[in-house]
């Protein structure tokens, strides 16, 4: 499976980069960081192909099976349901939402 990890740069981001750097048959093909200077720096020192600063960069590409949201939660209803409609899978990092709302909306995608 080809991942990328959204909000790389973060705590969680960098302990999920770490554990799927070991996982046979998992590829991290592409980071989403804060700025463009942060996470291309993150990539060269992961070897990590591509770095982006929006979602929607590195959801555009092919080689993207799934995402790993590890953004700020208040982002996450929105990205989870942007990342679904461009036919990606999605891992929310805790929590999933900030509201039910947000939740159910994730969910009835």
Same mark, same amino acid.
């Given at each position: &499976?080809?991942i990328c990890v959204? @909000?790389?740069y973060g $705590?969680?981001? =960098?302990?999920?980069l770490?554990?799927?750097?070991v996982i +046979?048959g998992?590829?991290? %093909?592409s #980071?989403? @960081?804060p700025t $463009?200077?942060t996470?291309?720096? =993150? /990539? /060269?020192e992961? @070897?990590?192909?591509?770095?982006g600063?929006?979602?929607e960069?590195?959801?555009s590409? +092919?080689d993207? +099976?799934a995402?790993i =949201? *590890? %953004?700020?939660t208040?982002?996450? /209803?929105e990205?989870?349901? %942007?990342c679904?409609?461009? @036919?990606k ?5 805790i929590? &999933?939402a #900030?509201s =039910?709302a947000d *939740?159910? $909306?994730? #969910?009835c995608v």
């Amino acid at each position: &499976m080809r991942i990328c990890v959204a @909000g790389a740069y973060g $705590a969680f981001g =960098l302990k999920h980069l770490g554990a799927l750097a070991v996982i +046979d048959g998992v590829e991290i %093909t592409s #980071v989403m @960081g804060p700025t $463009a200077t942060t996470v291309n720096v =993150l /990539a /060269a020192e992961r @070897g990590i192909n591509h770095a982006g600063a929006t979602l929607e960069e590195c959801i555009s590409r +092919d080689d993207v +099976d799934a995402v790993i =949201l *590890s %953004t700020p939660t208040c982002l996450h /209803a929105e990205q989870a349901i %942007t990342c679904m409609k461009a @036919g990606k899978h999605v891992l929310i990092e805790i929590p &999933m939402a #900030v509201s =039910l709302a947000d *939740s159910e $909306a994730i #969910v009835c995608v």
